[in-house]
């Protein structure tokens, strides 16, 4: 699993792909940190609130671009070839990829979080409310890579990956609005108890939601789960 990691990891920064998404991330979240933040005329706890959901449409349309090539580029040229007939697992292949595209993610999100410094020196913020804001947005960052690394299993163009990811992240952000105008109790709450938003809500109020982190971190395993099932099929067929 070590040798696909690190393998997927230096091929980050081998093309273009790399640089491009830490690049535009530092740069939107930065402007756009600034924009409900230092620019506007409340750099408390609502300014950040506001940063914090605008991180979460940033996610869903620029960390498909991360994992839009993990799979699909493989079975496009074929090297997928050699991967299955390797001494690694399924499982640890899967991994090895999913664990790069964190690393690059996790590193560049790092970068971004000094974002804050400025905020502690032009007022006095909540520092726990950022602190679990962090962790929140950090899982629901982890659970659309592990979406998007299936999404890319399912197809050899990159393309076609990256918007079908985008897709499905828009999507999981949409069902509380979409929640929010049905009348029917039961499927309102079914679908709230879905929606990825309505479960970051206790990071915003300082709250350590169990719940919350599970709901994550399952999306995350299960996506993990479904794509070391497609490759497995792929071994086989």
């Known amino acids: 699993m070590f040798a696909i990691y690190s393998r997927e990891l230096k091929s980050y920064f081998l093309t273009p792909i790399g640089y491009i998404f830490c690049g535009m991330f530092l740069v939107v979240s930065g402007l756009t940190f600034a924009q409900c933040t230092l620019l506007s005329d409340s750099k408390n706890l ?101 979406i998007g690394i299936l999404l890319s299993s399912l197809t050899e163009n990159q393309l076609i990956a990256a918007v079908s990811a985008m897709g499905v992240n828009a999507a999981m952000l949409l069902i509380s609005l979409i929640a929010g105008n049905i009348e029917s109790t039961f499927w309102r709450t079914v679908l709230k108890w879905f929606s990825v938003m309505d479960r970051f809500t206790p990071f915003t109020n300082q709250m350590l939601d169990v719940s919350a982190i599970v709901y994550y971190i399952s999306l995350a395993a299960i996506a993990v789960f479904l794509t070391t099932r497609v490759i497995e099929k792929r071994r086989w067929a």
């Open 46 to 146: 609502s300014g950040v609130s506001e940063y914090f959901i605008w991180l979460m449409c940033i996610f869903a349309i620029l960390l498909p671009l991360l994992t839009m090539k993990l799979f699909s580029d493989d079975r496009r040229t074929r090297t997928d070839q050699i991967l299955l007939t390797s001494p690694v697992s399924i499982f640890g292949i899967v991994m090895g990829k999913y664990l790069a595209a964190l690393t690059v993610f996790a590193a560049t999100f790092v970068v971004n979080s000094f974002n804050f410094v400025l905020l502690f020196k032009y007022s006095t913020p909540n520092a726990a409310s950022i602190l679990m804001n962090i962790f929140g947005i950090f899982l629901l960052g982890a659970a659309f890579i592990a």
